[in-house]
T-cell receptor, first 115, second 111 residues
Framework: GAVVSQHPSWVICKSGTSVKIECRSL??????MFWYRQFPKQSLMLMAT?????????EQGVEKDKFLINHASLTLSTLTVTSAHPEDSSFYIC???????????FGSGTRLTVV | QKEVEQNSGPLSVPEGAIASLNCTYS??????FFWYRQYSGKSPELIMF????GDKEDGRFTAQLNKASQYVSLLIRDSQPSDSATYLC???????????FGKGTKLSVKP
């Protein structure tokens, strides 16, 4: 089955630093990947849609200069949280869409804590 | 009106009972409907998807879709304590679109 690997699973960083999260599709090519954020007891909120070889599409209210998305290959998308602040602490999850297959495969998520 | 609405629960059922989870959506253009299960601190895992009106069964799970009434439900038969989790309903407007999630219903199955 389709597997999406996400790293790191958790990270603690200091306020003002940047953190990169990687999402890899291991056994299929993902032309589209989605990045979600989930605060405690809240639902998943879509942050951006990442398309291979083109700029990401950000949802309203998501700062594209703060959350940098790169989808340079068909198997890798990265999300970089720049100048992180405590309010960015959240659970970040990527999801990949496999062409011709209904349903989306999620990565295992990254718990970010900014101190 | 929120795009996808679910009762947040918690829904508590005894072991062996049927758990019924409901979801309504606002966009009549929605085409595909998904149920995900999410354990605390974990990412969602797909249980079922449905895109045609009616019922779809997979083991102990049955998804029901009624496009005219804009609701989709998930029935879990013979509920087990391991089914205790938050169940997320998600819809999309096409095969390439992103998913819109509800807030989830927390299910608790008591031994």
């Amino acid at each position: 089955g389709a597997v999406v690997s996400q790293h790191p699973s958790w990270v603690i960083c200091k306020s003002g630093t940047s953190v990169k999260i990687e999402c890899r599709s291991l056994d299929f090519q993902a032309t589209t990947m989605f990045w979600y954020r989930q605060f405690p007891k809240q639902s998943l909120m879509l942050m951006a849609t990442s398309n291979e070889g083109s700029k990401a599409t950000y949802e309203q209210g998501v700062e594209k200069d703060k959350f940098l998305i790169n989808h340079a290959s068909l198997t890798l998308s990265t999300l970089t949280v720049t100048s992180a602040h405590p309010e960015d602490s959240s659970f970040y999850i990527c999801s990949a869409l496999r062409q011709g297959v209904l349903g989306y495969t999620f990565g295992s998520g990254t718990r970010l804590t900014v101190v | 009106q929120k795009e996808v609405e679910q009762n947040s629960g918690p829904l508590s059922v005894p072991e062996g009972a049927i758990a019924s989870l409901n979801c309504t959506y606002s966009d009549r253009g929605s085409q595909s409907f998904f149920w995900y299960r999410q354990y605390s601190g974990k990412s969602p895992e797909l249980i079922m998807f449905i895109y045609s009106n009616g019922d779809k069964e997979d083991g102990r799970f049955t998804a029901q879709l009624n496009k005219a009434s804009q609701y989709v439900s998930l029935l879990i038969r013979d509920s087990q304590p391991s089914d205790s989790a938050t169940y997320l309903c998600a819809v999309n407007k096409g095969s390439q679109g992103n998913l819109i999630f509800g807030k989830g219903t927390k299910l608790s199955v008591k031994p």
